[in-house]
C-alpha cells in the first residue's frame, strides 16, 4: 500500500509541475503556486477516479477510439469547473481545457506505466478491463474442451534456458518444471537452424525449399528474404495445405508464418493480404491510453538501457562484442517493447474470448542475444522480462472461458563467438572474391555479399509499420502520407532488409557470384548457370576456390554436389559421402549429431541450394563459432546451441517415444494434440 500511495504522489507532483509550466508559457492559463497546481490535479485526479470507469464501461461498448476522447473530455470539464472554485487557477475556454487535460492526461499515463512496468495488478486492470467489458457483450460460450496457446521464445536454446532457470531468469517457467506440471524436451532443428525453416516446418507442416534465411533464386534471378513481407507470402503460397497448425479458428500474432490461421496480426506473410480481417485487439491495444504510454515507456527505457549495457561492455572489454550504436538501440527497443506488448495482450485477449489456439512469438530474447550474446546480462534480463508475460497470460488462462493449455517453446537456439571476420581479418566474401580465377573472355566475376547484422530488426520493424498503416482506415492517413517515399509494393522499407544490388540477380550473368550468410552458414551461389554446378565443374571454372575454402582454419567443411557419388561433404581429410553414408580419411561431421548427414543432404536436395554450402568451425571445448554475419550469438548453422531449440509442454501431452528431429516432426506433434484434444469435450454447464 506505502507503494502505491508514493507511486501516486509523484505522478501528482510531476502533473502538478507540468501544469505549472504551462501556466508560465501560456496567458490563458493561471496557477498561482505549485501548492495550488498540486491541489488542481488531486481533485482532477479524485473525481476521474469516481466518474470515469462508469463512463467508459458504457464507451467501450461503442467504440475504442472513446477511451482517450472521454477522458480528456471529463478532465477538461473538471479543469473547467475548478476554475470557478479556486482563485488561484483561471483558464480560459473549453479548448485551451481540453489541450491541457490531453497533456496531464497523458503525462500521467507514462507516469504511471513507467512506475508500474513491473506490476501485474496494474497491467490486468488497466490493459485488460476494457478488452473483458469489450467481449462481454459477444457472449461466447463457455466450454470445457481446452484449448492451445504456443508461445514461441525465439532464438532460446534449451540449454540456456536450463542456465537462465537456474540464474533466476526464468522464475515462471522454472516453477511450471519444477512443480512437475510441465515436461522439458529438446528437439533438433533442420538445416537451417533459423525462425524462417522452423517457423515454416512448424506452423505451416512443409519447410522444403527453405535453405537459409535468405538465398539465391535460380528461377525468379533474385534473392529471397524470409522477413519480407512479399517473400514470406510467397514461401506461405508454396508450402502451405491450408491445413496448417492454426487452421481451425486459430489466430497468428507476429509470426513469420500464419499457420493458415483466419485471424492474423503482424505477421509477415499475410501483410498484404487484404482478405485477412483486422483483429478487434489490434484496435483495443492502440486505443487503450494506458497501452500507448506503457509501451513508449517501455520503448524509451531500453533504449537507455540498450546505450547503457553497450558503454558498460566497452568498459569492461567484454568480447567477443560488436557494435551496438547508431540505429540499433531503436531498432532493439521495438522488439523488446512494442511487439512484445502487442503479442502480449493481443494473445491474452484472444484467450479472454475462448480462440482454440493461437501461436506468438518473442522476438525479444533473440534480437538482444544476437548482440549482446546469449547469455549475458542484457539478454537475461529481456528473458526475465518475456518470463513475466508468459506468467500473466497463464493468470489471464484462468478466467477465460475455456481452459487453455500453455505450450511455451522455441525455434532453434544460438551460439556464441566471435565472428569470422573479427578471428580471421576477412569475410567470407573477400575470400571467395580472392580465389575465384578470371573467366575465359578476360573479365574476372564480381562477388556480391549480403551479412547485414540488423536486416532482422529492421525487417520486424518495417513489418511493424506497414501492418499499423494496412490497418489504419482514417479519412486522412497521416502516417502513410508522411511514409509515402518509404513504401515499396505496399510495404514500408525505412531499410532495405538486403542489399539492392541483389534485389534482382539476373540468371545467366557471368559475372555475379553471390555470397550469403545464416550465422555460421554459408552460401555461394553462382549466376551464370541455369541449374546448380558440380564439385568438378566448379574446379575446373576456379580451380583454387575449393582447396581454399576447405583448407581455411575458420571453414568446418563444405558440401557439394558431384558428378559420380552425389552429394557430399569435404572436411580437412576427409569426405563424407551422403547418398551411401561412406567415409574416406577423417569424417568431417565426426563431432556433429548423427542426424547431421540426413539434414545436410535433405537441405541439398531443394532446387533452392547453393552451389556451395559451407559451416564455419564450431569449437567443441568452447562451444563456440565464427559467424560469416556480425553477429556475437547466431544460428544458421550447424555446431552448439543453435540446434538444439526446446518445448516445454503439460505432461498430459505425449510427444512420443521418438526424439522429434526437424520441425516438421515437430508440427505433427503440436497439430496431433490439437487434433485429439478438441475432438471431444462438452460444453460447461455454467456456461
Not at 138 to 164: C, H, K, Q, R, W
Not at 338 to 356: K, S
Request: proline share 5%; aromatic share 8%; hydrophobic share 45%.
Amino acid at each position: 500500500m506505502s507503494s502505491l500511495v508514493i507511486r501516486y504522489l509523484i505522478i501528482w507532483s510531476t502533473e502538478a509541475t507540468v501544469l505549472l509550466l504551462l501556466a508560465s508559457a501560456f496567458d490563458s492559463i493561471t496557477v498561482r503556486d505549485w501548492r495550488e497546481a498540486l491541489i488542481v490535479i488531486v481533485i482532477a485526479a479524485g473525481v476521474s477516479a469516481t466518474v470515469l470507469p462508469l463512463l467508459l464501461r458504457n464507451a467501450v461498448r461503442l467504440n475504442p477510439a472513446f477511451f482517450p476522447v472521454i477522458s480528456f473530455i471529463l478532465t477538461a470539464w473538471i479543469l473547467l469547473l475548478l476554475d470557478q472554485l479556486l482563485d488561484g487557477f483561471h483558464i480560459a475556454n473549453f479548448l485551451v481545457a481540453g489541450l491541457t487535460a490531453a497533456v496531464l492526461t497523458t503525462v500521467a499515463a507514462f507516469m504511471g506505466s513507467l512506475l508500474s512496468i513491473s506490476d501485474d495488478g496494474a497491467w490486468r486492470h488497466y490493459a485488460l478491463s476494457p478488452v473483458r467489458t469489450r467481449f462481454a457483450d459477444d457472449g461466447y460460450t463457455a466450454t470445457e474442451v481446452p484449448g492451445f496457446a504456443f508461445l514461441e521464445i525465439d532464438g532460446l536454446s534449451e540449454p540456456a534456458l536450463l542456465a537462465a532457470m537456474d540464474a533466476g531468469y526464468a522464475p515462471n517457467l522454472k516453477h511450471w518444471l519444477d512443480s512437475g506440471t510441465h515436461r522439458l524436451t529438446a528437439w533438433e532443428t533442420d538445416l537451417s537452424s533459423q525462425t524462417s525453416a522452423s517457423q515454416a516446418g512448424i506452423l505451416l507442416g512443409q519447410n522444403t525449399g527453405v535453405a537459409a534465411f535468405r538465398w539465391y533464386d535460380r528461377t525468379r534471378g533474385r534473392v529471397i528474404v524470409s522477413n519480407r513481407a512479399g517473400d514470406a507470402a510467397l514461401i506461405q503460397h508454396q508450402l502451405s495445405t491450408g491445413n496448417g497448425l492454426l487452421a481451425d479458428g486459430g489466430a497468428s500474432r507476429g509470426n513469420l508464418f500464419s499457420g493458415d490461421a483466419p485471424d492474423s496480426l503482424f505477421t509477415f506473410s499475410t501483410l498484404r493480404n487484404g482478405s485477412v480481417k483486422p483483429t478487434r485487439q489490434y484496435y483495443l491495444f492502440y486505443s487503450n491510453l494506458y497501452n500507448l504510454a506503457r509501451t513508449l515507456a517501455l520503448f524509451f527505457s531500453d533504449i537507455v538501457r540498450e546505450l547503457v549495457a553497450a558503454m558498460w561492455q566497452l568498459i569492461r572489454n567484454e568480447r567477443p562484442r560488436i557494435r551496438r550504436f547508431g540505429v540499433y538501440p531503436f531498432v532493439r527497443a521495438a522488439t523488446t517493447s512494442i511487439l512484445r506488448e502487442l503479442n502480449t495482450f493481443t494473445i491474452a485477449g484472444d484467450m479472454l474470448r475462448g480462440v482454440p489456439s493461437m501461436y506468438t512469438t518473442y522476438v525479444a530474447y533473440d534480437e538482444v542475444a544476437h548482440h549482446s550474446g546469449i547469455l549475458r546480462g542484457d539478454a537475461l534480463r529481456v528473458l526475465r522480462q518475456i518470463d513475466r508475460d508468459i506468467g500473466r497470460l497463464a493468470r489471464v488462462a484462468e478466467e477465460a472461458p475455456r481452459p487453455y493449455h500453455l505450450i511455451v517453446l522455441s525455434d532453434h537456439g544460438q551460439t556464441q563467438g566471435a565472428t569470422f571476420r573479427q578471428r580471421y581479418g576477412q569475410t567470407l566474401g573477400e575470400i571467395v572474391s580472392k580465389a575465384i580465377q578470371q573467366h575465359p573472355d578476360g573479365e574476372r566475376p564480381e562477388v556480391l555479399q549480403e551479412d547485414d547484422p540488423n536486416d532482422e530488426g529492421w525487417g520486424i520493424l518495417n513489418a511493424l509499420i506497414t501492418d499499423f498503416l494496412r490497418r489504419d482506415t482514417s479519412d486522412h492517413p497521416v502516417m502513410r502520407r508522411a511514409l509515402r517515399h518509404r513504401m515499396r509494393d505496399g510495404e514500408v522499407t525505412l531499410h532495405p532488409t538486403i542489399d539492392e544490388e541483389l534485389e534482382t540477380v539476373s540468371r545467366g550473368s557471368a559475372d555475379r557470384v553471390l555470397v550469403l550468410a545464416s550465422g555460421n552458414l554459408g552460401l555461394v551461389s553462382f549466376t551464370h548457370a541455369p541449374r546448380r554446378l558440380t564439385m568438378e565443374e566448379v574446379g575446373r571454372i576456379h580451380p583454387d576456390l575449393i582447396p581454399t575454402l576447405v583448407e581455411h582454419p575458420g571453414i568446418a567443411f563444405m558440401a557439394m554436389a558431384t558428378n559420380d557419388r552425389g552429394p557430399v561433404v569435404v572436411g580437412k581429410g576427409g569426405i563424407h559421402g551422403l547418398a551411401d553414408g561412406e567415409v574416406k580419411g577423417k569424417d568431417p561431421l565426426a563431432c556433429y549429431s548423427p542426424n547431421a548427414p540426413g539434414l545436410i543432404a535433405t537441405s541439398l536436395s531443394y532446387d533452392s541450394a547453393p552451389d556451395i554450402l559451407l559451416v564455419s568451425t564450431w569449437w567443441r571445448e568452447t562451444d563456440e563459432v565464427a559467424a560469416f554475419e556480425e553477429l556475437v550469438g547466431s544460428h544458421g548453422g550447424l555446431g552448439g546451441g543453435q540446434t538444439r531449440p526446446f518445448l516445454l509442454a503439460p505432461v498430459g501431452l505425449d510427444t512420443g517415444p521418438d526424439p522429434i528431429v526437424g520441425a516438421q516432426a515437430l508440427h505433427h506433434v503440436l497439430k496431433g494434440w490439437i487434433v485429439a484434444t478438441q475432438g471431444r469435450g462438452k460444453a460447461r454447464r455454467d456456461a
